[in-house]
């Protein structure tokens, strides 16, 4: 076994010696004794539990702290009493996470677009006066989510053609407000980012790994930071099951989270993001199934009256309204086999759209195996529920009217079919 050198040693030998670090873009100098005699105090939690020592904030001063330990392999090398090792331990308890990350804002367009004053407006009078920076943040992100929506026609065109010439254009943003709310994900960060320069939090935009671009093409989210937290920020996560669909029909947000690793942390976290989740909800009447309890046994024609009757009445569009009919038919068929929800492209609108998404509903009491029983059913926001035949679907995808828009998707008792080209 390494014999270990005396701590008293240490002492001596750091007798006059400075400890210097950058913290926040900031340079500190640090008496190194000063830190290690800190480490061997009778109160050092009672000491950590106060905002500063000696005019610096605690966490950096503990963050300088924990460091000189680590670069100086001070448990590795050095006898230590209990003391001195449990202090250490209630250091790394600590969340040091976010200090020297985000520093800066980074993000290359930042000064070559502007958002609609009108949206702008909207978002900042909506604002409750009694939150702090980060509830206002967190607040605006969610209220985003809840007014803006997926570009349909980006979608049922798998990220091509006109939509995507479209969305690629800066300017395009300043169009966008409550009433022309279409957007793609880095439509919506870009927003963001102008009402986080607003709230002055610091934050990067990060490009999907394949792709260095932080707009008009390819997924991208957001990294910001408030006080201790790493937030990430994904709005469209999944474009069906993101925080863009999921703010409108309550469920769960999984978009806005933080990266700390600390567990008290990351509940303190979603606590705050569920309070004010709760104030946007009353707020804004959002939808939810919560009314909806259909009993396992109850018959699969009782089923699909109250799956048709909520699909019916709901006010959600587009997207949105899609979403909502995947949680409902989650809800009240759960596991079964008796319907299948799938959305394809349709390249024939009357709408001069290159191409709108279509909702396609196959429902069977029999289980979808058995496709002689199977019945088709059409679904738009504008159209509601069509009744469609099984020789229909396949004239239209035999002549590509209708595509897939997955290589995976297959609508049961249907042959072929073209899949739409992806861009990423």
Not at 313 to 322: F, M
Not at 342 to 363: G, R
Request: hydrophobic share 35%; aromatic share 12%; glycine share 2%.
């Amino acid at each position: 076994m390494q014999n270990k050198n005396d701590f008293n040693e240490l002492l001596k030998q750091h007798e006059n010696s400075y400890y210097n670090i950058e913290i926040d873009s900031k340079k500190y100098k640090f008496k190194i004794k000063e830190l290690l005699l800190l480490l061997n105090k009778d109160n050092f939690k009672e000491i950590i539990s106060k905002p500063s020592i000696n005019n610096i904030k605690i966490d950096y001063y503990l963050y300088a702290l924990l460091r000189f330990v680590n670069e100086y392999n001070i448990i590795e090398n050095y006898s230590l009493n209990n003391k001195i090792t449990d202090n250490i331990k209630e250091i790394i308890k600590k969340d040091l996470y976010a200090i020297n990350k985000l520093t800066e804002t980074s993000y290359e367009i930042k000064e070559k677009y502007d958002i609609n004053i009108n949206l702008k407006k909207d978002i900042v009078f909506s604002l409750p006066d009694d939150l702090n920076k980060l509830e206002k943040a967190i607040y605006i992100y969610i209220k985003l989510c809840t007014k803006l929506t997926y570009d349909q026609e980006y979608f049922a065109t798998n990220q091509l053609g006109n939509p995507h010439l479209r969305h690629s254009k800066l300017e395009n943003i300043k169009t966008i407000d409550f009433q022309n709310n279409e957007v793609v994900c880095y439509d919506f960060v870009a927003i963001y980012c102008k009402f986080l320069d607003m709230l002055k939090l610091n934050y990067t935009v990060i490009p999907k790994e394949d792709n260095n671009s932080v707009f008009g093409d390819g997924h991208v989210s957001i990294l910001f930071r408030y006080d201790k937290y790493i937030i990430k920020v994904d709005s469209t996560k999944s474009i069906l099951e993101g925080d863009l669909t999921f703010s409108k029909i309550g469920k769960d947000l999984n978009g806005i989270y933080t990266l700390n690793n600390n567990i008290d942390t990351k509940k303190e976290f979603k606590e705050t993001v569920n309070k004010i989740y709760g104030e946007i909800k009353k707020e804004d009447n959002i939808e939810s199934l919560d009314h909806i309890n259909v009993k396992d046994d109850a018959s699969f024609f009782y089923k699909l009256n109250i799956f048709f009757m909520n699909l019916n009445r709901t006010n959600l569009k587009g997207i949105d309204a899609y979403a909502y009919a995947i949680e409902l038919k989650n809800k009240i068929f759960k596991d079964s086999n008796n319907m299948k929800l799938l959305i394809i492209s349709n390249n024939k609108t009357n709408n001069n759209k290159q191409a709108m998404p279509l909702l396609i509903i196959i429902a069977n009491p029999e289980g979808l195996d058995n496709e002689y029983y199977n019945t088709y059913y059409t679904y738009t926001d504008a159209n509601r529920i069509c009744l469609i035949g099984k020789e229909q679907i396949q004239q239209r995808i035999n002549d590509n009217t209708f595509e897939y828009l997955d290589n995976d998707d297959i609508i049961p008792g249907i042959k072929n079919g073209k899949t739409k080209s992806y861009k990423i």
